[in-house]
């Protein structure tokens, strides 16, 4: 009971969830990526075709997506490591989540700016 009751509810519950879907997230890129580049062994032609397909503008802000969820997980997963190895930090539990949610945006918002930069510029 003691150490997990931080995980149990409200901002807890959220930032749990958001972590697995965000790891799962990256994992559909990844097995997405494999894909890709094994498609590159049926020739040039089919390899820039799928290239193309990545420049049209959903992917676009898919990529932003993806961005947010590797940003997010990296940053959710910090606190944990906090909260797992000093028990303590428990105590500090929404004021971890609010310092993880700054963190998030600063490092985010002027990755997405640039990148959604490409897509209106």
Not at 2 to 22: E, I, N, T, V
Not at 29 to 47: K, S
Not at 85 to 101: S, T
């Amino acid at each position: 009971m003691g150490l997990y009751r931080g995980y149990r509810g409200s901002q807890g519950q959220w930032a749990w969830m958001l972590h697995r879907l965000s790891g799962v997230g990256i994992m559909l890129f990844l097995m997405m990526h494999i894909v890709d580049t094994f498609l590159a062994g049926f020739g040039p032609q089919v390899y820039d075709h799928v290239m193309a397909l990545y420049r049209a503008p959903v992917f676009m802000v898919l990529e932003v997506v993806l961005v947010a969820g590797v940003v997010y997980h990296a940053v959710n997963g910090l606190r944990v490591i906090l909260i797992d190895f000093w028990p303590n930090a428990l105590r500090w539990h929404k004021p971890l989540l609010v310092a993880e949610v700054i963190v998030f945006l600063v490092l985010f918002i002027p990755a997405a700016v640039i990148m959604l930069g490409r897509l209106f510029g």
